[in-house]
């Protein structure tokens, strides 16, 4: 029992020495923040980092703001407390929060039924399905809509909310031209997955995207006849910009 007793207190005595140990590390790693941080804004370019002692609450109202939809004086006032580089830390790396617990689980447009079309075109339409089909899709749009703005409300990852809201306004659509709420969702998943991840990446998945292929006529573009809207848009507007040294020619065989 003696040795046991004994063995037990130089556990706890190492114990507290490591602890000793570990707590003078992350002081150390702390104190060396601002300096490499500085160094590795030097290799990367972009913006001077704000000097350490310029951070105070007014700051970090405004870093919310910025990487985010602004937030509560207690949320200002927690960002304030963990320091310039915990801060941007927190709100950067926001795959380390938990997801938001909005959940929406929408439901895939109705199927045509096997003789619609047929009936259509022999001018016995099925209004009342071309109704409930257009009525599911409109009221999902709404619950779509009101999900979302709840999420950039409620989210522990506003950059993650913030960078899809400026995804949205990039690649352009809306569901009065796509007119199918699943795959609005869809394309909104999408633009928060890869929020702050690869460009080309991000691009190369828009080009797939269901509801792009739909706005931009491409489920129309078809060989022999190509529409052109997708391929003008990724060249004009989405990735290269007008007048970048692209043709016509390029716009073309590109659809």
Do not use: C
Not at 95 to 106: C, E, H, I, M, N
Not at 170 to 184: E, G, P, R
């Amino acid at each position: 029992k003696k040795r046991l007793e004994e063995f037990a207190a130089q556990q706890d005595k190492e114990k507290t020495g490591a602890g000793r140990i570990g707590v003078e590390a992350v002081r150390s790693v702390e104190a060396l923040a601002p300096e490499v941080h500085q160094l590795r804004s030097a290799a990367l370019g972009g913006l001077e980092p704000l000097a350490a002692d310029q951070w105070d609450y007014a700051k970090a109202r405004h870093l919310l703001v910025r990487a985010g939809f602004g937030g509560t004086p207690q949320q200002v006032a927690k960002l304030h407390k963990m320091g310039l580089y915990k801060a941007v830390d927190h709100l950067v790396d926001y795959y380390r929060q938990p997801a938001s617990g909005q959940v929406l689980d929408p439901t895939p447009p109705l199927p045509a039924e096997p003789l619609e079309g047929r009936m259509k075109m022999r001018g016995f339409g099925n209004r009342a399905v071309d109704f409930d089909r257009a009525n599911v899709n409109a009221n999902q749009q709404i619950q779509l809509r009101r999900w979302w703005l709840q999420r950039m409300v409620e989210t522990p990852r506003p950059l993650q909310e913030k960078l899809t809201l400026f995804w949205h306004g990039h690649f352009a659509s809306q569901d009065s031209v796509v007119q199918n709420s699943y795959a609005m969702f869809r394309q909104n998943q999408f633009f928060r997955e890869h929020a702050a991840g690869n460009f080309g990446a991000l691009l190369y998945g828009i080009v797939h995207d269901p509801a792009m292929i739909r706005y931009l006529d491409n489920n129309k573009n078809v060989k022999g006849d190509p529409n052109e809207n997708l391929a003008r848009e990724i060249l004009e507007l989405f990735a290269m910009g007008l007048d970048q040294g692209y043709t016509e020619k390029d716009i073309i065989e590109a659809a």
